[in-house]
């Protein structure tokens, strides 16, 4: 497997699975809804979700990761299922609160620990059926999250040539595909896990406070 360096950016997909939509309310977008993590927010497997003194609402959003594999602009879909290395776990961690206050979600998705993602990214060859690609969220061990490809409003081709119109993809770039229904809260003390079948568990604690400024590195 190429090792990557970290992604120039990681492309998030709001309101891409319609149950998840109906659990807030909202009517499912036209067109994909599009929004950017910070690579900063990238923690791995095993490293805390730190929850922030800004918010008092921080929710899990297990999703499908896509990593690119190579350059994509303007591409068709057809050239985005090629251009694609892998999959991984990815947890959309969103400060809610925050996130309805803002209209902008840079804050409410960009904190440090907001993008745990891993444990590692499987390859995907040219004939792997990607509407077959299942995920969940688990926390504490209680299912609270199950969903599958299918369901996408726009699959990942789809979503990767739409982005590819606006952003160049570069590779190692991270794409986050959407979350199913039953997104929910987190607490201090918690354990939160995303699971696609053929990547594993993506395990993550949750602590409260941000890190220590002189601790930032
Ligand atoms: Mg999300």
């Not at 929850?51 to 921080?58: F, G, I, K, R, Y």
């Not at 607490?187 to 930032?216: F, H, K, S, T, Y």
């Amino acid at each position: 497997m190429p090792s990557f360096a970290p992604p120039s950016k990681i492309v998030g997909v709001g309101r891409n699975y319609p149950a998840h939509a109906r659990e807030h309310g909202q009517a499912m977008p036209t067109e994909p809804l599009l929004f950017l993590k910070p690579p900063s927010a990238l923690i791995a497997d095993g490293e805390p979700i730190r929850l922030p003194p800004a918010s008092a609402h921080v929710e899990h959003e297990g999703e499908i990761g896509v990593v690119i594999g190579r350059r994509l602009c303007r591409a068709t879909a057809a050239a985005a299922r090629d251009a694609i290395f892998g999959v991984t776990c990815v947890n959309d961690v969103t400060a809610r609160d925050l996130q309805q206050r803002d209209s902008q979600w840079t804050r409410a998705k960009g904190f440090d620990t907001f993008c745990p993602v891993g444990p590692r990214v499987v390859p995907v060859d040219a004939g792997f059926a990607l509407d077959t690609l299942q995920v969940c969220c688990r926390v504490n061990g209680e299912l609270r999250q199950q969903g599958v490809a299918a369901e996408m409003a726009f699959s990942i081709p789809a979503l990767l040539a739409y982005i590819s119109e606006i952003m160049t993809l570069e590779p190692g770039d991270l794409v986050a595909t959407g979350t199913p229904a039953g997104v929910g809260r987190l607490n201090p003390g918690d354990v939160v896990e995303v699971e696609i079948p053929m990547v594993g568990v993506l395990r993550n604690p949750v602590v409260r406070g941000q890190a220590a400024a002189a601790d930032c590195g």
